[in-house]
């Protein structure tokens, strides 16, 4: 029936992977804090990035308050609005969801999903953590240096980022790179044992595709982490070298204020394209492990398997590559050279097929499907809507010439925050809901966590739906107040209004949803080892929370895939990944 | 159920807002429908996507939602569906992008007709030129930037002698008239942003750039800066007035040229110093 | 951007050749069964730690690709004046090849199970390793002695800040190769030391090579050689 061709003679390995030298804690020191179990790591770096995510929730306020009632706040002024833009961004997107996604789910799940005992190299994991803080803490630090943080956009572009003209020009922009290249090192710390991980310390059994999409995702957005990083140190090496020691890399010729300035001959849009090459792939760092972990909330809670899984598979792959060739889309109207145009629009609004293609795959797992319309489910829901929204958007600013007028309005703004801020927090939070239960041993309460889907999910909507809208018009974005002019009529002011308001609303609804986190940790419903019945490794651990080692005295052996939901003929409406066949009668049960 | 009722009204919802939103581009003053109408095009079909994946997720939680005794259909592919998918996907791609490609081609074509006109911004206002009676515009160079020649113009070359230059922050054009703009900053990042043109593109220290455009109704416009320049970047603001050709060669008349205005300063300078000695 | 998209396609073949290996069209929901029944059940047979290095290598390869297509984009700029390179930079060169046959001995020697072969190479290696990174600092101090400073222009700035980047990974290499030596001092048995010293001699003939392009970069024979392409090409 196994319609591709192998050759048995390929070596399978022993069927225990070579004993890892187990790193046993000895004291209450190295258990908690320097820790170097996966998954501690995993709850140290979600903590973390969850901490400074709160900051990044407070600034959005911030900004939404001067947005919607510009003038009423006196403690807001143009500079530390620029200031509050600039470490919203930068914080949201790098030190919140790549570190929460990989650092978090990817340190928590990868051993766990493909029956491993813990990450490769358990010392270099712990060490990526303390990196990642002392990046954190080094960004945290810029709000109480002379100066403050930066104001330059998240994307620091030069020359601006270190002339005086902009906020945080002395201590801000230097501490702001000095954190991204801590956090770079961190990451690549991390990074390596993800990968290593996958490659290397799989179970027996688990072949690649027999990996849950979870796995795929995370590990095909680390693969490209890792290599696009690079391009963002270098970027920020050389910024800093403008900075300090006078070098012109990224500095042409310049007069500040009527003075002179020293620099001379540089290029800003060579630090574009550095910055983008970093840029872009890092929209797909944070999107593919949302793909990855929603494929596997879906599929679970529909109780059917994923739809198309070598499609997605390899959709995964292909927007992976991809995603190298398509940055220049950021700088349609840099100055570049306009016929670098064609080649980027073409690139980019090829990848939307692979991508589309995902869309599909998960609403068809739906179809004809058992749905559970628990909260995980619900998120994953309020995902693929803000996900395809978002995604479609991108449709527009990918072609060229319709980036022309709506690059830097407000429909940028609200395409990002649709495609990378809403859809990706909620999978971490559906995920959270998820995979909650198997981190404490308690589920999480069901009436605050819907109450909280439905806050999240139409507020934010509110919020960004109509922004869109606005950017038509033709509201640039990063301005504190819009002003005078001709085009903003009344009516403008009245939805910047309104989506503050929804904005704070949205904000509170994430305090019932850290309450919940802490009241469940007590008082939750206890959940047993597996209270969604899903069928991968990680809920067939012999404890929960998986003990140390994660699984006792043998590794788990894998027999099948990680989807076998609502098999014709079997008992239940699963079959853990590790159940021995009994027959092999469903063989060409399909396609 | 009640669910499937929120994730339709979603949809509909969303569609309606985009029919009856007060919120829509500004009446265009330019030659660049073009990109208006690509827009249209990918609303049509992006619009056409949303509405038909959400309603057919909504359908599937109204129909499929978990009962007692219910049972999901095994199905892990069909690959007949998934190809059709994919080229139905490659199909509407192709006819967002071909549109966009062929108006981008116009976009950076300019006319051999157009005339220049130069746009440079610093922190944080805007400065003009137009080039003078021999059609052409002397060089620049940030260096010769002093409070005397605040445009950086190179004294030395005759073409930049009768070059006009604009700093009241307000500038002319003559409609129907295809203009070529140079754009040229000397400190940091700016974008000329006039939202009724449609084009626009960054200006950037150390080199020009450009658009062109032919402006095909009068007015007066706003010229905001698109690209984050510092602390006054919402502040940095202009007016174009577009305006019959009689109308701007009247105006044009009053404007000082580049010689006039260095002249005029040098005399003061020397003034001042005679009167200090 | 050439040189990095360059090295991107490098990675694209090396990950498509490996995924073509890895059955990406089996049908997995068919193949349920024991274990034995499916080729690539388990994980690769390379030790883990190679496999990192291996990776890390990619990232380093990543940021030098970096480093080169910022330099041949900046390079086009009218300002660029290329810095005469210090006659010391080929001793310097000969060091480090040194060094690496150096290491490369200690790895052979490893192979044969000769503890003393592999005392010297590493001893050798790391020797020749610190000679050339001070030799990097002779450099440098000779080149601002003639005026040539980090910011004077955009060619200097390259020039340190390159050699920079690559004497700071020789510097954790010899950091790796320090732990390596600690085991042979607290009398390590050789099995545990060949993998060790593998990896080291890994990383030392990377760094060569990377020195090597840099150092191609830097006199401009790498603008020749483009060059001479070019014309073949058209």
């Given at each position: 029936?196994?319609?591709?061709?192998?050759?048995?003679?390929?070596?399978?390995?022993?069927?225990?992977?070579a004993?890892?030298?187990?790193?046993h804690?000895?004291?209450?020191?190295?258990?908690?804090?320097?820790?170097?179990?996966?998954?501690?790591?995993?709850?140290?770096?979600?903590?973390?990035?969850?901490?400074i995510?709160?900051?990044?929730?407070?600034?959005?306020?911030?900004?939404?308050?001067?947005?919607?009632?510009?003038?009423?706040?006196?403690f807001?002024?143009?500079?530390?609005?620029?200031?509050?833009?600039?470490?919203?961004?930068?914080?949201?997107?790098?030190?919140?969801?790549?570190?929460?996604?990989?650092?978090?789910?990817?340190?928590?799940?990868?051993?766990l999903?493909?029956?491993?005992?813990?990450?490769?190299?358990?010392?270099?994991?712990?060490?990526?953590?303390?990196?990642?803080?002392?990046?954190?803490?080094?960004?945290?630090?810029?709000?109480?240096?002379?100066?403050?943080?930066?104001?330059a956009?998240?994307?620091?572009?030069?020359?601006?980022?270190?002339?005086?003209?902009?906020?945080?020009?002395?201590?801000?922009?230097?501490?702001?790179?000095?954190?991204?290249?801590?956090?770079?090192?961190?990451?690549?710390?991390?990074?390596?044992?993800?990968?290593?991980?996958?490659l290397?310390?799989?179970?027996?059994g688990?072949?690649?595709?027999?990996?849950?999409?979870?796995?795929?995702?995370?590990?095909?957005?680390?693969?490209?982490?890792?290599?696009?990083?690079?391009?963002?140190?270098?970027?920020?090496?050389?910024?800093?070298?403008?900075?300090?020691?006078?070098?012109?890399?990224?500095?042409?010729?310049?007069?500040?204020?009527?003075?002179?300035?020293?620099?001379?001959?540089?290029?800003?849009?060579?630090?574009?394209?550095?910055?983008?090459?970093?840029?872009?792939?890092?929209?797909?760092?944070?999107?593919?492990?949302?793909?990855?972990?929603?494929?596997?909330?879906?599929?679970?809670?529909?109780?059917?398997?994923?739809?198309?899984?070598?499609?997605?598979?390899?959709?995964?792959?292909?927007?992976g590559?991809?995603?190298?060739?398509?940055?220049?889309?950021?700088?349609?109207?840099?100055?570049?050279?306009?016929?670098?145009?064609?080649?980027?629009?073409?690139?980019t609004l090829?990848?939307?097929?692979?991508?589309?293609?995902?869309?599909?795959?998960?609403?068809?797992?739906?179809?004809?499907?058992?749905?559970?319309?628990?909260?995980?489910m619900?998120f994953?829901?309020?995902?693929?809507?803000?996900?395809?929204?978002?995604?479609?958007t991108?449709?527009?600013?990918?072609?060229?010439?319709?980036?022309?007028?709506?690059?830097?309005?407000?429909?940028?703004?609200?395409?990002?925050?649709?495609?990378?801020?809403?859809?990706?927090?909620?999978?971490?939070?559906?995920?959270?809901?998820?995979?909650?239960?198997?981190?404490?041993?308690?589920?999480?309460?069901?009436?605050?966590?819907?109450?909280?889907f439905?806050?999240?999910?139409?507020?934010?909507?509110?919020i960004?739906?109509?922004?869109?809208?606005?950017?038509?018009?033709?509201?640039?974005?990063?301005?504190?107040?819009?002003?005078?002019?001709?085009?903003?009529?009344?009516?403008?002011?009245?939805?910047?209004?309104?989506?503050s308001?929804?904005?704070?609303?949205?904000?509170?609804?994430?305090?019932?949803?850290?309450?919940?986190?802490?009241?469940?940790?007590?008082?939750?419903?206890?959940?047993?080892?597996?209270?969604?019945?899903?069928?991968?490794?990680e809920?067939?651990?012999?404890?929960?929370?998986?003990?140390?080692?994660?699984?006792?005295?043998?590794?788990?052996?894998?027999?099948?895939?990680?989807y076998d939901?609502?098999?014709?003929?079997?008992?239940?409406?699963?079959?853990?990944?590790?159940?021995p066949?009994?027959?092999?009668?469903?063989?060409?049960?399909?396609? | 159920?009640?669910?499937?009722?929120?994730?339709?009204?979603?949809?509909?919802?969303?569609?309606?807002?985009?029919?009856?939103?007060?919120?829509?581009?500004?009446?265009?003053?330019?030659?660049?429908?073009?990109?208006?109408?690509?827009?249209?095009?990918?609303f049509?079909?992006t619009?056409?996507?949303?509405?038909?994946?959400?309603?057919?997720?909504?359908?599937?939680?109204?129909?499929?939602?978990h009962?007692?005794?219910?049972?999901?259909?095994?199905?892990?592919?069909?690959?007949?569906?998934?190809?059709?998918?994919?080229?139905?996907?490659?199909?509407?791609?192709?006819?967002?992008?071909?549109?966009?490609?062929?108006?981008?081609?116009?976009?950076?074509?300019?006319?051999?007709?157009?005339?220049?006109?130069?746009?440079?911004g610093?922190?944080?206002?805007?400065?003009f030129r137009?080039?003078?009676?021999?059609?052409?515009?002397?060089?620049?160079?940030?260096r010769?930037?002093?409070p005397?020649?605040?445009?950086?113009?190179?004294?030395?070359?005759?073409?930049?002698?009768?070059?006009?230059?604009?700093e009241?922050?307000?500038?002319?054009?003559?409609?129907?008239?295809?203009?070529?703009?140079?754009?040229?900053?000397?400190?940091?990042?700016?974008?000329?942003?006039?939202?009724?043109?449609?084009?626009?593109?960054?200006?950037?220290?150390?080199?020009?750039?450009?658009?062109?455009?032919?402006?095909?109704?009068?007015?007066?416009?706003d010229?905001?800066?698109?690209?984050?320049?510092?602390?006054?970047?919402?502040?940095?603001?202009?007016?174009?007035?577009?305006?019959?050709?009689?109308?701007?060669?009247?105006?044009?008349?009053?404007?000082k040229?580049?010689?006039?205005?260095s002249?005029?300063?040098?005399?003061?300078?020397?003034?001042y110093?005679?009167?200090?000695k | 951007?050439?040189?990095?998209?360059?090295?991107?396609?490098?990675?694209a073949?090396?990950?498509?050749?490996?995924?073509?290996?890895?059955?990406?069209?089996?049908?997995?929901?068919?193949?349920?069964?024991?274990?034995?029944?499916?080729?690539?059940?388990?994980?690769?047979?390379?030790?883990?730690?190679?496999?990192?290095?291996?990776?890390?290598?990619?990232?380093?390869?990543?940021?030098?690709?970096l480093?080169?297509?910022?330099?041949?984009?900046?390079?086009?700029m009218?300002?660029?004046?290329?810095?005469?390179?210090?006659?010391?930079?080929w001793?310097?060169?000969?060091?480090?090849?040194?060094?690496?046959v150096?290491?490369?001995?200690?790895y052979?020697?490893?192979?044969?199970?000769?503890?003393?072969?592999?005392?010297?190479?590493?001893?050798?290696?790391?020797?020749?390793?610190?000679?050339?990174?001070?030799?990097?600092?002779?450099?440098?101090?000779?080149?601002?002695?003639?005026g040539?400073?980090?910011?004077?222009?955009?060619?200097?700035?390259?020039?340190?800040?390159?050699?920079?980047?690559?004497?700071?990974?020789?510097?954790?290499?010899?950091?790796?190769?320090g732990?390596?030596?600690?085991?042979?001092?607290?009398?390590?048995?050789?099995?545990?030391?060949?993998?060790?010293?593998?990896?080291?001699?890994?990383?030392?003939?990377?760094?060569?090579?990377?020195?090597l392009?840099?150092?191609?970069?830097?006199?401009?024979?790498?603008?020749?050689?483009?060059?001479i392409?070019?014309?073949?090409?058209?």
């Amino acid at each position: 029936m196994v319609d591709v061709p192998y050759e048995a003679t390929v070596d399978v390995p022993p069927a225990e992977v070579a004993e890892v030298e187990l790193y046993h804690p000895k004291s209450w020191w190295t258990q908690y804090v320097f820790s170097q179990d996966a998954k501690v790591i995993a709850i140290q770096y979600s903590l973390t990035a969850t901490a400074i995510g709160l900051v990044a929730l407070v600034l959005s306020w911030l900004m939404r308050l001067q947005l919607g009632f510009p003038g009423t706040f006196s403690f807001i002024d143009a500079s530390q609005y620029l200031q509050f833009i600039t470490m919203h961004g930068m914080i949201m997107v790098i030190y919140l969801l790549t570190a929460l996604f990989l650092g978090g789910f990817g340190n928590y799940l990868i051993p766990l999903m493909v029956g491993a005992r813990d990450m490769v190299f358990p010392y270099v994991n712990m060490l990526s953590y303390w990196v990642y803080l002392l990046a954190v803490i080094v960004l945290a630090s810029t709000f109480f240096v002379p100066g403050g943080p930066t104001g330059a956009g998240w994307t620091l572009y030069p020359p601006q980022a270190i002339l005086s003209g902009t906020p945080g020009q002395d201590w801000g922009i230097i501490l702001m790179l000095s954190s991204l290249i801590l956090f770079i090192i961190g990451f690549t710390m991390g990074g390596l044992n993800y990968v290593v991980t996958v490659l290397q310390a799989r179970t027996r059994g688990m072949t690649l595709m027999r990996l849950p999409l979870t796995v795929w995702g995370i590990f095909t957005a680390t693969i490209m982490a890792l290599l696009a990083f690079p391009a963002l140190f270098v970027a920020s090496v050389m910024m800093l070298f403008d900075r300090l020691l006078g070098t012109s890399f990224f500095m042409p010729a310049l007069v500040e204020m009527g003075q002179q300035m020293k620099y001379g001959g540089g290029s800003p849009i060579l630090f574009q394209h550095l910055f983008w090459f970093f840029g872009h792939p890092e929209v797909y760092i944070v999107a593919l492990p949302a793909f990855g972990i929603v494929s596997d909330l879906i599929s679970t809670h529909a109780r059917k398997n994923i739809f198309g899984y070598r499609m997605m598979v390899w959709a995964i792959v292909a927007i992976g590559a991809l995603s190298f060739i398509v940055w220049a889309h950021h700088m349609y109207v840099s100055g570049m050279h306009p016929h670098f145009g064609f080649f980027f629009a073409t690139t980019t609004l090829i990848i939307a097929i692979p991508t589309a293609i995902k869309v599909y795959n998960w609403v068809l797992t739906l179809w004809r499907g058992d749905i559970h319309l628990t909260v995980p489910m619900l998120f994953a829901l309020g995902f693929i809507i803000t996900f395809v929204n978002g995604g479609l958007t991108g449709l527009f600013l990918g072609n060229v010439v319709v980036d022309v007028p709506l690059s830097d309005t407000m429909f940028v703004v609200a395409h990002f925050h649709m495609v990378m801020g809403v859809a990706p927090i909620m999978v971490v939070l559906g995920a959270i809901y998820h995979w909650y239960p198997k981190v404490t041993g308690r589920m999480l309460d069901d009436w605050m966590g819907k109450f909280h889907f439905w806050v999240t999910f139409l507020g934010a909507y509110l919020i960004f739906f109509p922004m869109h809208y606005l950017g038509l018009l033709g509201v640039p974005r990063r301005y504190h107040d819009i002003g005078e002019a001709a085009f903003i009529t009344p009516s403008v002011h009245t939805l910047n209004a309104f989506m503050s308001v929804v904005a704070l609303i949205v904000g509170l609804a994430q305090m019932v949803f850290l309450f919940n986190l802490v009241w469940s940790y007590f008082k939750g419903r206890p959940s047993g080892g597996n209270p969604w019945r899903a069928t991968t490794l990680e809920w067939q651990t012999p404890e929960t929370p998986p003990g140390h080692g994660n699984w006792g005295k043998e590794l788990p052996v894998v027999y099948r895939w990680a989807y076998d939901y609502s098999v014709p003929g079997a008992k239940e409406d699963f079959i853990p990944q590790n159940q021995p066949p009994t027959t092999r009668a469903i063989q060409g049960a399909a396609t | 159920m009640v669910v499937a009722i929120i994730l339709l009204l979603v949809a509909v919802g969303s569609v309606l807002f985009h029919i009856y939103s007060p919120w829509w581009w500004t009446p265009i003053a330019t030659n660049w429908r073009y990109i208006d109408d690509t827009i249209n095009i990918t609303f049509w079909i992006t619009g056409a996507v949303f509405f038909a994946v959400i309603a057919f997720m909504a359908y599937c939680v109204f129909r499929f939602h978990h009962k007692e005794g219910r049972q999901a259909h095994y199905n892990p592919e069909n690959k007949k569906l998934e190809w059709w998918l994919s080229i139905g996907t490659a199909i509407g791609v192709g006819a967002m992008l071909a549109p966009g490609l062929f108006v981008w081609q116009q976009f950076i074509t300019v006319p051999a007709n157009a005339t220049e006109i130069e746009v440079m911004g610093q922190q944080w206002q805007w400065a003009f030129r137009l080039p003078g009676k021999d059609g052409r515009m002397g060089t620049t160079d940030v260096r010769h930037i002093s409070p005397e020649n605040p445009m950086g113009l190179n004294r030395d070359d005759p073409h930049g002698q009768d070059d006009v230059v604009i700093e009241s922050g307000e500038m002319h054009l003559p409609v129907g008239k295809p203009v070529k703009v140079l754009l040229r900053s000397v400190d940091v990042l700016h974008d000329f942003y006039v939202p009724e043109f449609r084009a626009k593109m960054d200006m950037v220290p150390g080199m020009v750039t450009y658009f062109w455009m032919t402006p095909i109704r009068t007015g007066t416009f706003d010229v905001l800066c698109a690209e984050l320049c510092g602390a006054a970047h919402a502040q940095m603001r202009a007016k174009v007035i577009v305006e019959e050709e009689s109308d701007y060669h009247a105006w044009l008349e009053q404007q000082k040229t580049f010689a006039e205005l260095s002249g005029r300063s040098a005399v003061t300078k020397a003034t001042y110093r005679s009167g200090g000695k | 951007m050439s040189a990095i998209v360059l090295f991107m396609a490098v990675i694209a073949v090396i990950v498509g050749w490996w995924l073509s290996q890895q059955r990406l069209t089996a049908k997995p929901w068919l193949e349920e069964g024991s274990i034995d029944d499916f080729p690539g059940t388990g994980a690769m047979t390379v030790p883990a730690a190679k496999l990192g290095l291996g990776v890390f290598l990619a990232v380093a390869t990543s940021l030098f690709a970096l480093f080169i297509s910022a330099y041949s984009m900046r390079m086009d700029m009218v300002d660029w004046r290329a810095l005469p390179v210090p006659a010391l930079l080929w001793f310097n060169t000969g060091v480090l090849v040194l060094s690496s046959v150096a290491m490369q001995w200690a790895y052979v020697s490893a192979q044969r199970n000769n503890m003393d072969g592999v005392i010297f190479g590493i001893c050798a290696g790391g020797a020749s390793a610190i000679i050339f990174l001070i030799g990097q600092l002779l450099a440098w101090r000779q080149l601002s002695a003639a005026g040539y400073f980090v910011a004077s222009n955009p060619a200097n700035s390259f020039f340190y800040m390159i050699t920079a980047a690559h004497g700071l990974h020789l510097t954790g290499g010899l950091v790796a190769l320090g732990r390596t030596t600690a085991k042979v001092w607290r009398g390590a048995e050789m099995p545990q030391l060949r993998l060790s010293v593998e990896l080291c001699v890994i990383y030392w003939h990377f760094l060569l090579l990377v020195w090597l392009v840099v150092l191609g970069l830097l006199t401009g024979w790498t603008d020749d050689f483009v060059d001479i392409c070019r014309r073949l090409l058209s």
